[in-house]
C-alpha cells in the first residue's frame, strides 16, 4: 500500500536564492504581524500579568502592573471555588471521545453518496452556527421540569410522573445536561472535518481494498482509520481545548449552578475580570494560564498517543 | 532691512488677521461628548434621542453621542478607561456605581454641580443611594421599588379562597394553600442571585440587620435563621418553582404568571407591559393594589443614575448633559413612556401620578409613581461585593437543596464576609 512521506523524514536540503527567502517571507509577514499582534503578544503579556497584581484601584489609577510572584497561583491554590471549577473543566473532557466517535462515525455515514445526504450534512452542521441564546431557550424547552425530556422519558415509562425535575436544577444532571449542548453543538462542526479528511482519501485505494475483498469493516480500519489520523488529531486537540474552554453554554443555561456543579474554569476566569468592578486581571491571567497548561500538557498527550499508536508517526 | 520689516510686518497682520478670524470660528466648535445607555435602546430611542435635542439646543456648544450597551457595558466601560477613550456620561445602577466608586473610576458629582442644587434636585435617600465614602457619585435617575405593587390573577385567587396579602407574612402563610387548591404558584420569590444577594432584602424589609454597629456582616441570629428556614421549608415542599434557583424571579414570575400558573406578582409595574404583549386577556382582568410589606413596613428598591468617569475629558459638559437627563421634567417624561419612579423630589406633586383609572399599568403607576422617596437598596453593598455575594448566594442555594442547615449557610456566610469584607 502506498504511504505518504513521514512528515519528520530527513529531507535533502533544498537551495533558495536571498530573492526567493525575501519573497517568502514577504508573503509570510501579513499573517506574522497579524499573529504577533492578536495572538503573541497577548499571550505574552497574559502570561505576565498572572505574576502581577493588576485591576481594580490600580487600573482605575493608570499604575503599572506589580510583580508578585507567585502570589495569584497561590491565592487560586487556597480557593475552593477555583479548584471546583479546575476539576469540572478538567471532567469536561469527557466529551471529547464521545464527541469524535460520534462525528467521525456520522461522517463515514454521510460520505456516501446517496439522494439526499447533502441535506443531512446541512442539517448537522446547523447547531453549530446556531446562537447561544437561542440554543438556551430551546434546551430550556428540552431540560424544564415541564419539558420535552421528562415528559418523552414519562411516556416511555422511565421516569413515574411524579419525579419529574429539572435537569438543569440537579447537582447530580446539571453538568451531564449542559455537556450534552456541548456535544451538540460541537459534533457537526467535527463532522465537516472528518468529511473533508475522508474526502481526500484516493478513492483508488478503496477500490484496490474491495477487489482484494475486503470487508468495509476490515477497509474501515485498514484505509480509513490510519489515513484519518492527522484528522483525528487535529480534532482530537481542538476538542481537548474546547471542552478545557467551556464557557457560552455554562453561563447561559446555569450560571455554573446548582452548587457550583457546573462551574467550569473558564467561568472562573471571566468571572474575575470581566464581572463587576473588583476584576482582578492578575488573578484572572494566573487561572488563565493555568488552564493554558493543562491544555498543553493534554496537547502533548494526545500527540504521544497518536504518535505512539502510529509507530512512530503522526 | 526695511524690506524686511515690511514683509514681517504683513506678516504679522496677516497672522493676526488669520486668528481673529478663525478664533470665533474655534470657539463655537462644539465639544462631543460620549453617553452611554444601559439596556434602553431600541426600545426608548425616541425618548433619548428627542432629550439629546432638546440639550444641544439649550447647549449649542455641546455635542452628543450617544450608544446604548447591554450584556458587556461594564467590560466595555474598563476597556474604555484602558484605552483612553472613556465615555462622559455612564448610565450605571447604585450597586456598579457603589462599585466603580470604591475602585477609583468616578469623580464625584458634586464637586461639579454644587451640593445644594443636588439636594433641591433630589429625594434625600435617592441621592444617599449614590453616595460612597460621603461624596456623592451619581445622578439619580429612574427608579423601581421591590415591593412596588401586587399585582394579582383574581380567578386563581377566588378558585384558591384567598384575599390579596396585606403583609409579607399574610402572603408566606398563602402560599401552600394557593399551591394546593390552584396548582398554580402562590408567587415566585427572588431566591438566588449571585449578581445582587437579593434574599438580603428580605431581612432588610423585615427590619433586620445586615451588619452590626462595627460594620461586621450580622446577618446570622435567629430572627434571621428563622425567615430563611420558611423560605427553605416551602421551597423544599415545592411551593416555589425550581427554576427560581436558576432564573431571575422576575423574569421567571412574568413568564408563569402570563401562563396561568403564577397567581401574585409583587414588583414594579413594569411586569404589567410583558404581560399585555404576551397575554392581553389576563393583562385586563389582572388587579393592581398595594404591595404587602415586610415587619419594618417600608419599600425597597433600586435606582439608575448618570455617572462621570474619572477618565472624562469633558467633566464640565458631562456634568451639564447628565442634571439634564435627570431633571424633574426630563424624568417625568420618561415616566409617560415606561412605568418608571422619577427620583427627583418634585415628582411628588406632579399631576401625571395623581390621576385615577382602571387600567391596570395607569393604576399601578398612580400607585407608586410618586414613591421615589421609598427607592432605598435597604443595605449598603459591602465592598469586594462580588465574592461576597456569590458566596452568599452559594450558601443560601446550599440550604434551599438541603446541604446545609439555614443556619450553617448564613453562619458560614457571615464567616467569610468578616474575613473578606473591604472596608
Known amino acids: 500500500m502506498a504511504r505518504s512521506q513521514p512528515f519528520n523524514a530527513r529531507q535533502p536540503r ?27 503578544y497577548p499571550l505574552a503579556y497574559g502570561s505576565y500579568l498572572g505574576f502581577t497584581e493588576y485591576g481594580g484601584a490600580r487600573f482605575a489609577q493608570g499604575l503599572a502592573p506589580k510583580w508578585i510572584g507567585l502570589e495569584n497561583f497561590r491565592t487560586l491554590a487556597a480557593d475552593p471555588l477555583f479548584l471546583t471549577a479546575l476539576g469540572n473543566s478538567v471532567k469536561y473532557l469527557v466529551i471529547v471521545p464521545v464527541l469524535q466517535l460520534a462525528s467521525l462515525s456520522v461522517a463515514v455515514l454521510v460520505n456516501k ?27 430550556d424547552w428540552v431540560y424544564n421540569k415541564e419539558g420535552t425530556l421528562n415528559w418523552a422519558l414519562g411516556v416511555l415509562h422511565l421516569i413515574p410522573e411524579g419525579s419529574f425535575f429539572g435537569w438543569l436544577n440537579n447537582e447530580q444532571t446539571a453538568f451531564w445536561a449542559v455537556m450534552l449542548v456541548t456535544f451538540w453543538r460541537g459534533f457537526g462542526y467535527y463532522m465537516v472535518l472528518y468529511l473533508a479528511g475522508l474526502q481526500s482519501i484516493p478513492a483508488e485505494l478503496e477500490e484496490a481494498a474491495v477487489l482484494d475483498g475486503a470487508n468495509s469493516w476490515k477497509r474501515f480500519w485498514s484505509i480509513t482509520v490510519p489515513l484519518m489520523k492527522p484528522t483525528i488529531l487535529l480534532c482530537s486537540l481542538l476538542s481537548t481545548i474546547a471542552a478545557l474552554r467551556v464557557l457560552e453554554e455554562v453561563l447561559v443555561l446555569t450560571n455554573g449552578g446548582p452548587l457550583n456543579s457546573t462551574y467550569t474554569a473558564l467561568m472562573y476566569v471571566y468571572s474575575k475580570a470581566f464581572q463587576g468592578f473588583n476584576f482582578d486581571y492578575g488573578l484572572a491571567s494566573a487561572a488563565g494560564l493555568v488552564v493554558a497548561v493543562v491544555a498543553l500538557l493534554l496537547s502533548v498527550v494526545n500527540f504521544r498517543l497518536f504518535h505512539e499508536s502510529d509507530g512512530g508517526e503522526a | 532691512m526695511k524690506q524686511f520689516r515690511k514683509t514681517a510686518l504683513l506678516a504679522l497682520t496677516l497672522g493676526l488677521g488669520l486668528t481673529a478670524v478663525s478664533a470665533p470660528a474655534a470657539a463655537q466648535a462644539p465639544t462631543e461628548i460620549t453617553f452611554w445607555t444601559w439596556y434602553l435602546s431600541p426600545k426608548f430611542d425616541p425618548y433619548i434621542k428627542q432629550t439629546i435635542a432638546a440639550f444641544e439646543k439649550a447647549n449649542p456648544t455641546i455635542k452628543v453621542k450617544w450608544f446604548d450597551k447591554q450584556d458587556s457595558m461594564v467590560q466595555d466601560f474598563i476597556a474604555s478607561v484602558n484605552l483612553g477613550s472613556a465615555p462622559d456620561v455612564v448610565n450605571l445602577n447604585i450597586d456598579e456605581t457603589g462599585k466603580a466608586a470604591q475602585n477609583g473610576f468616578l469623580r464625584n458629582v458634586d464637586a461639579l454641580t454644587p451640593l445644594a442644587t443636588l439636594k433641591s434636585t433630589f429625594y434625600p435617600q435617592t441621592l444617599a443611594n449614590f453616595t460612597v465614602g460621603g461624596k456623592v457619585y451619581g445622578y439619580p435617575w429612574y427608579g423601581s421599588l421591590n ?16 384575599k390579596a396579602p396585606k403583609n409579607m407574612t399574610e402572603l408566606l402563610n398563602m402560599v401552600k394553600t394557593v399551591k394546593d387548591k390552584t396548582g398554580a404558584y402562590a408567587w415566585v420569590p427572588a431566591l438566588k442571585d449571585p449578581g445582587g444577594a437579593s434574599f438580603l432584602g428580605y431581612f432588610s424589609s423585615d427590619g433586620l440587620p445586615i451588619y452590626d454597629a462595627k460594620g461586621n456582616a450580622a446577618f446570622n441570629s435567629p430572627a434571621h435563621v428563622a425567615i430563611l428556614q420558611k423560605y427553605v421549608d416551602l421551597f423544599k415542599g415545592g411551593y416555589f418553582p425550581e427554576d427560581a434557583l436558576r432564573k431571575e424571579a422576575f423574569q421567571l414570575a412574568t413568564e408563569l404568571y402570563a401562563q396561568n400558573r403564577v397567581a401574585m406578582i409583587v414588583g414594579g409595574p413594569q411586569a404589567l407591559n410583558r404581560i399585555k404583549d404576551t397575554n392581553p386577556g389576563l393583562y385586563a382582568k389582572t388587579v393592581v393594589t398595594t404591595a404587602p410589606l415586610g415587619k419594618a413596613n417600608t419599600q425597597t428598591g433600586t435606582s439608575m443614575g448618570m455617572v462621570i468617569p474619572q477618565a472624562s475629558k469633558h467633566p464640565a459638559e458631562a456634568a451639564k448633559l447628565a442634571a439634564f437627563f435627570t431633571n424633574n421634567a426630563n424624568q417625568i417624561a420618561f415616566a409617560k413612556i415606561v412605568p418608571i419612579i422619577p427620583t427627583t423630589a418634585a415628582a411628588q406633586n406632579d399631576p401625571f401620578f395623581k390621576v385615577s383609572s382602571n387600567d391596570p399599568i395607569a393604576k399601578a403607576t398612580a400607585l407608586v409613581g410618586a414613591s421615589g422617596r421609598f427607592i432605598n437598596p435597604g443595605f449598603k453593598a459591602p465592598g469586594n461585593s462580588d465574592d461576597l455575594y456569590k458566596n452568599f448566594s452559594d450558601n443560601i442555594e446550599a440550604a434551599l437543596l438541603g446541604k446545609k442547615t439555614p443556619k450553617a449557610a448564613l453562619d458560614d456566610s457571615v464567616k467569610f464576609w468578616n474575613a473578606n469584607m473591604k472596608k
Do not use: Q
Not at chain 1, 514577504?26 to 504577533?36: R, Y
Not at chain 1, 447547531?127 to 447561544?132: A, E, G, L, Q, Y
Open chain 1, 14 to 40: 533544498a537551495r533558495y536564492s536571498l530573492r526567493d527567502t525575501l519573497l517568502s517571507y514577504g508573503f509570510l509577514a501579513p499573517a506574522l504581524i497579524l499573529l504577533t499582534l492578536f495572538t503573541f
Open chain 2, 147 to 162: 415591593e412596588g405593587v401586587l399585582l394579582y390573577n383574581p380567578e386563581l385567587m377566588t378558585k384558591a379562597g384567598v
Open chain 1, 113 to 139: 453518496n446517496l439522494p439526499g445526504m447533502a441535506f443531512f450534512r446541512a442539517a448537522y452542521y446547523i447547531p453549530v452556527v446556531t446562537s447561544i441564546s437561542l440554543a438556551a431557550v430551546m434546551w
